[in-house]
């Protein structure tokens, strides 16, 4: 292996490092560092970080640690854009692990994930076809999901929610790990949701995306 090829193994390309509040999976509320990658195979309808498709900036791993460590913080979340589409990210995860923090990934659903730290935790999302994307579901790596695991609908309307309920059910989701439905935030009125998951008594967490609630989504934040 030459030198330009093994630093490039340890180099990543970033579109931001922040500090913020989770505002959504089973840590929603919990102050953690973000560091979002760039570049994303998927082009979801209702995506909200365009801008991470491009651009960023390429840093070495010991530069994105240093970054992290400014901040007093327990939790840091791996996000994207797609993460997994970097190679380097999986090096990145097992770094910060080393370093005692609870870490988390979200991805698309649309990677292999069976190669990610088993210490980490995979918020993985399952894309509805509301979202345009549904044929890039690797369902494949539910198998590889643990109870420490969760497992995201974004939930377009009506027909994304059954189908959803169809998906649980096939892949017996409830019994591998946690579910979670988010409503889609411009087309979709949360209490229909709401209603719909009451009315059918169905067991998994409905969550908003907090942070678009109390910032309106703006970029690092």
Avoid at 8 to 35: A, C, D, K, M, N
Avoid at 125 to 147: A, M, V, W
């Amino acid at each position: 292996m030459s030198p330009d090829t093994l630093q490039t193994e340890h180099r990543l390309r970033i579109t931001e490092i922040f500090y913020s509040l989770q505002g959504e999976s089973s840590f929603v509320g919990l102050p953690t560092v973000f560091v979002r990658l760039t570049g994303c195979p998927l082009r979801c309808g209702y995506c909200d970080t365009e801008y991470a498709f491009s651009g960023g900036d390429w840093m070495e791993l010991d530069d994105v640690l240093q970054q992290v460590r400014q901040y007093k913080a327990a939790y840091v979340c791996v996000t994207g854009g797609e993460p997994l589409a970097q190679r380097s990210c999986g090096e990145l995860l097992g770094a910060l692990c080393d370093e005692g923090y609870s870490v988390s990934i979200e991805t698309s659903g649309a990677m292999d994930v069976s190669n990610v730290d088993t210490r980490v935790i995979r918020v993985m999302d399952i894309k509805t076809p509301g979202s345009g994307e549904e044929s890039k579901n690797r369902y494949e790596n539910i198998s590889h999901l643990t109870r420490s695991d969760e497992v995201k609908f974004v939930i377009c309307g009506r027909e994304d929610y059954i189908w959803a309920k169809t998906v649980i059910e096939k892949y017996s989701l409830m019994d591998k790990c946690q579910v979670l439905m988010s409503p889609e935030h411009v087309g979709m009125k949360p209490s229909n949701l709401a209603d719909w998951i009451i009315e059918d008594q169905l067991n998994v967490r409905f969550q908003f995306q907090l942070h678009k609630y109390l910032w309106d989504n703006e970029p690092g934040r």
